[in-house]
């Protein structure tokens, strides 16, 4: 009998050292198998099609639609590689036909004015003279993270993993290093956010030469993704803004503000680094949606009005 613990085990050590996938990728499919391990307890029939089908609908059950798509598809690269290795004769996936139709999610945009308001407060913070040396300094850096989020539109991940070789400010070019460890080059245009990157880098040098990441933290290690989302968290409190914001939002309204300037959709597939432009189609609906307002609000058919005949 096929043990299935042990089977995860070297199914994970495989993704790690042959597919060369990251430590993040490598965790969830670890959470996702070992979630399947637990629920079927190393039944002898655990890859069985009936096993299977009755673990899917309760994924389906207790888990949100992306979550739960997620989780399968782990399950279903795990079975891929059982195959191929002959550890069973056929993965139970080829016999199971299911296509749920899930809701369409939009991703939440940033609306210029507030991401405005927001900027402003942090350089404001930078620039306040009744503010310390230590707090105008932290406030820069603060300023670099969010003008770099929505300069690049990169994943926060991607931000706070930056070194300090990735960041050319010479040349305006940032090195991101993505997902499935795909790299993609972004260039930055704007003046301020050049500015803004130059005096960081200046405040912090001896930090980022210790550290080798570019973004650092107040105890002067690398910046984790949670204390750049309590960077937002905090321009976002002091600004008033009731707004919920993510850092990941920052990379939506990129997307969505390039698409409705009429940028090519292959343009900020590459800029976001989607390996399918599948994804990247979805800021079309929200595209969609701006014209149905615009239109409704402002199209000049609006100001002809018909007089009825008597």
């Not at 945009?109 to 105008?136: F, G, M, R, V």
């Not at 930055?188 to 550290?211: A, P």
């Not at 973004?215 to 750049?228: D, H, V, W």
Request: charged share 25%; with cysteine; net charge positive.
């Amino acid at each position: 009998m096929i043990n299935l613990s042990e089977t995860i085990n070297q199914y994970l050590e495989f993704c790690k050292y042959m597919k060369g996938l990251s430590s993040k990728s490598i965790k969830a499919y670890s959470t996702d198998l070992k979630q399947f391990a637990e629920w079927c307890k190393n039944d002898i029939d655990w890859c069985s099609k009936q096993i299977i089908e009755e673990y899917l609908m309760l994924l389906y059950k207790n888990f949100k639609p992306k979550s739960a798509k997620r989780k399968i598809a782990s399950l279903k690269a795990f079975f891929h590689y059982l195959e191929l290795e002959e550890i069973i004769t056929s993965s139970p996936f080829h016999k199971i036909k299911f296509k749920r139709r899930e809701p369409l999610v939009l991703p939440k945009s940033i609306p210029i004015d507030t991401l405005s308001i927001i900027l402003n407060t942090a350089y404001h913070t930078a620039s306040n003279p009744q503010n310390s040396e230590y707090q105008k300094r932290n406030a820069i850096r603060d300023i670099a993270v969010m003008e770099l989020l929505f300069a690049s539109g990169i994943r926060i991940g991607e931000l706070c993993s930056l070194h300090k070789e990735d960041v050319d400010l010479k040349n305006k070019i940032i090195k991101v290093n993505g997902k499935g460890s795909k790299e993609r080059y972004i260039q930055i245009t704007n003046k301020s956010v050049q500015s803004v990157l130059k005096n960081y880098q200046k405040l912090f040098s001896e930090e980022i030469r210790k550290n080798n990441f570019y973004f650092i933290n107040n105890r002067g290690n690398r910046l984790s993704e949670q204390s750049a989302r309590f960077i937002i968290d905090k321009y976002t409190r002091i600004s008033n803004i009731e707004m919920h914001i993510t850092p990941h939002m920052f990379r939506h309204t990129v997307a969505t503000l390039l698409l409705e300037e009429n940028v090519d959709i292959r343009y900020i597939q590459e800029l976001l680094g989607h390996s399918s432009i599948t994804t990247t189609q979805i800021y079309t609906h929200i595209s969609m949606s701006a014209q149905k307002r615009i239109l409704t609000q402002k199209h000049p058919r609006n100001k002809i009005k018909i007089e009825k005949s008597e």
